[in-house]
């Protein structure tokens, strides 16, 4: 099955190919070589390359002229003009069009003359060749909304997942949990950043930050996560601690497929550390250890709902 892009690139090229046939440029198959240059996955990104390119071929032409008009065209003078040339083109800041710089100036070495018409041609080609790839890529950009929901949604479903195995963990310091709740949050997260920068990159107009802020809020909130996991591994006994802080947990199993920032847990969690406060203090080592995890687990996950009230829609009832 063709790829989105795969199509928008023979539109390209053919469209830069017939363009040229009509206006009546000779190699006109070298205007779609160069339409498939100046594509690129997204409208900014495609603007930068086509920019890059086109200025790139007019260092490359310069020098071009200055070499060949001089030293005539011979073999050796091609790696002449790429040790000039090149490096100039990087210095420039257009090091992204030098394959495109090289095309036109290898078609201006074979015609072997440097006259107005030969140069003409060339940059009747680039004009044709990148402007249709720009063209193509301003008309239509898929729309990302929802795929990134979906995403969303699967990220959200795995977080809900990491907070069933801490309930049931915390209730069975026994039960053995692999973590391959955590992988795939890791992976759906990185999805969703790199679809949100490449939807805000299509945004000519206007920038939408709300995808690329809430990815970036629920990577911090996996970071925090992990280091939940490593103090919940540390609950190695029962007591009476860890079972309300499971309870807490079965409440952000729910809470986190929710849009909104709901609050409810974070009030739970205060009343808890007010229980935890009126109990009285541990009588062995272990219980000592096991409820300082505790302690610090419910910290770690004060900075974890401060991140969704901070980035999260408010819950409007």
């Avoid at 539109?11 to 206006?23: D, E, P, Q, T």
């Avoid at 790139?56 to 070499?67: D, E, F, P, R």
């Avoid at 239509?140 to 997942?161: G, H, Q, T, V, W």
Wanted: net charge neutral; aromatic share 10%.
């Amino acid at each position: 099955m063709f790829g989105f892009r795969v199509i928008k690139t023979a539109l390209a090229a053919f469209a830069s190919i017939m363009i040229a046939h009509f206006v009546g440029i000779p190699s006109a198959t070298s205007a779609g070589l160069l339409a498939i240059l100046g594509l690129d996955t997204t409208i900014k990104r495609s603007v930068k390359t086509v920019v890059d390119r086109f200025f790139a071929s007019i260092v490359g032409l310069i020098v071009a002229c200055v070499l060949f008009g001089t030293l005539g065209f011979h073999y050796w003078v091609i790696p002449l003009y790429i040790l000039i040339a090149f490096p100039v083109i990087v210095k420039a800041t257009f090091k992204g069009g030098i394959v495109t710089n090289a095309v036109v100036v290898f078609h201006v070495f074979n015609a072997g003359e440097i006259t107005w018409p030969v140069l003409w041609t060339e940059l009747q080609l680039l004009v044709i060749g990148l402007g249709s790839a720009m063209l193509v890529n301003l008309i239509y950009m898929p729309n990302p909304e929802e795929k990134l929901s979906k995403i969303r949604s699967e990220a959200d479903e795995c977080f809900s997942r990491i907070f069933a195995q801490f309930a049931k963990t915390l209730r069975n310091p026994d039960y053995v949990w692999d973590g391959k709740e955590l992988i795939e949050a890791d992976k759906k997260v990185a999805e969703g950043l790199e679809l949100a920068r490449r939807s805000r990159e299509n945004q000519v107009l206007k920038s939408d930050e709300f995808w690329g802020v809430y990815f970036v809020m629920r990577k911090q909130q996996l970071d925090s996560i992990q280091t939940m996991a490593q103090l919940v591994s540390q609950v190695y006994r029962q007591i009476s601690q860890a079972e309300l802080t499971a309870e807490l947990f079965d409440r952000l199993e729910r809470d986190v497929k929710s849009e909104h920032y709901t609050g409810n847990a974070a009030e739970m969690l205060k009343e808890l550390e007010e229980q935890f406060k009126e109990m009285s203090l541990p009588e062995t080592r272990e219980e000592f250890e096991v409820r300082s995890a505790i302690l610090q687990l419910c910290r770690e996950l004060n900075r974890y709902l401060g991140l969704s009230k901070k980035d999260k829609a408010p819950h409007i009832t």
